[in-house]
């Protein structure tokens, strides 16, 4: 049987899945990137190989999110895709009726929206915190709750409180208030799912065609607070695939293993890349005023890659 590889390498989590080829998943790795995504994808291979390795052969490697050409040059993947392109392909996995897709993440946001399989229309937020995944672990470490608890609290709400939700700032500075003020902490947080649903409908939602079915996915697809926001605010059912967390990461590998029907064989280097020395240097081209950044990627001691320069001269070399 043929296998296929998965990796979505993102600011806040590092997701690696295997599937099989009827498109079965046969295992997971999910983990915090932490600022490091060399030594992610690496420890990610080490609980892959330990989980699967040893009793499969990789037929084919797919990459995605903010760290996919990093992800795709130590690894050799065989197709390198966006985000927006990797959770469609999921979502239509999961559900091929899906027309609407949330995707909440550690530090951005997404909507895509599909018509008869196709992606007709998507947008994506990268500027404003609120919403994210990173900005709800803060605000439950802030009021000393488990995150895995933050919507528990949120639906034994009886009466929300309304919170400014239009940045991240400001929701903090209003929940403190309402804290103060002396509101229940469920009522507060029930308003704060609320608040950042707001957010995003304004931010990404605005003027789209909101259609059922709707599957919401990310990190914070978990939160059972914000998946109930989300149902009051659009007025459907939203729905939550099993593994939501890692939907990116299966987008990857279904792409992978489309990809592998053009090509004879893998370019994965296998599993031994989280023994390998990758590092990064860069340094600054004087070729024109533009003064382009330019960053080698080594493995061991050899230049296996180089981006950042914006007319291409060293990309080649």
Request: net charge neutral; aromatic share 6%.
């Amino acid at each position: 049987m043929n296998y296929f590889l998965g990796i979505d390498v993102g600011s806040v989590s590092t997701n690696l899945v295997v599937i099989d080829e009827d498109s079965r998943l046969l295992s997971k790795v999910y983990l915090r990137t932490r600022g490091q995504p060399i030594k992610a994808i690496q420890e990610g291979m080490k609980q892959l190989l330990k989980n699967v390795g040893d009793r499969i052969e990789i037929s084919g490697v797919g990459t995605t999110g903010s760290g996919r050409h990093l992800a795709g040059i130590m690894v050799g993947a065989d197709t390198v895709k966006n985000e927006i392109t990797a959770h469609a392909v999921a979502a239509l996995h999961f559900d091929p009726e899906v027309r609407t897709v949330i995707e909440i993440g550690g530090q951005d946001s997404k909507i895509i929206i599909l018509r008869d399989g196709v992606v007709t229309d998507f947008a994506m937020n990268t500027v404003c915190a609120a919403g994210t995944g990173s900005f709800l672990d803060q605000q439950a470490n802030r009021l000393n709750i488990p995150i895995e608890e933050f919507g528990r609290y949120a639906l034994q709400s009886k009466k929300p409180v309304r919170i400014a939700g239009r940045c991240a700032v400001f929701a903090e500075s209003d929940m403190i208030h309402k804290q103060q003020v002396g509101y229940n902490l469920e009522d507060i947080i029930r308003g704060l799912c609320q608040a950042l649903v707001r957010n995003y409908i304004n931010n990404l939602a605005k003027g789209k065609d909101i259609s059922p079915k709707i599957i919401f996915q990310g990190g914070v697809a978990a939160n059972i607070g914000m998946k109930a926001a989300f149902e009051e605010a659009f007025n459907q059912e939203v729905i939550v695939p099993q593994h939501h967390d890692v939907m990116g990461a299966i987008g990857a590998a279904l792409l992978a293993k489309d990809e592998m029907k053009k090509k004879n064989s893998t370019d994965f280097r296998g599993f031994d890349v989280s023994e390998i020395d990758f590092k990064v240097s860069s340094f600054e081209c004087g070729g024109c005023p533009n003064r382009c950044e330019v960053v080698n990627f080594h493995m061991e001691e050899k230049i296996i890659a180089r981006w950042g320069d914006r007319c291409g001269k060293w990309k080649n070399i």
